[in-house]
Nanobody, 124 residues
């Protein structure tokens, strides 16, 4: 089994920044990709960003491109999400996830392991 543990989120003012981290432990051998998903209040969970750990290739949703940066380490199996210029619509629960797949798209169905989620609130 693989356990995914996210860092605590928090309350941030619009325009502010926050960094989330996540660590995978357990049977992590073979994990190729880690990512972040966001679930806004009353909405479906959506893809935010992902990174292929072995190559460092990253991809983002259009809504966060240019504001968020994902980074990861394939030795420690950790992934971080630097969120800048936060907007109220970024409010919600953020989940980190991992998969043994090398090629993945934006679908949460392709991810095998999930964290418990961490709350981020962007408000004055």
């Amino acid at each position: 089994q693989v356990q995914m543990v996210e860092s605590r989120g928090g309350l941030v003012q619009p325009g502010g920044a926050l960094r989330l981290s996540c660590a995978a432990s357990g049977r992590t051998f073979g994990i190729y990709t880690m990512g972040w998903f966001h679930q806004a209040p009353g909405k479906e969970r959506e893809f935010v960003a992902a990174i292929r750990l072995s190559t460092g290739r990253t991809w983002y949703s259009d809504s966060v491109k240019g504001r968020f940066t994902i980074s990861g380490d394939d030795i420690s199996n950790t992934v971080s999400l630097q969120m800048n210029n936060l907007k109220p619509e970024d409010t919600g629960i953020y989940y980190c996830a991992s998969t043994y797949l090398y090629y993945v798209d934006y679908s949460e169905a392709e991810y095998d392991h999930w964290g418990q989620g961490t709350q981020v609130t962007v408000s004055r």
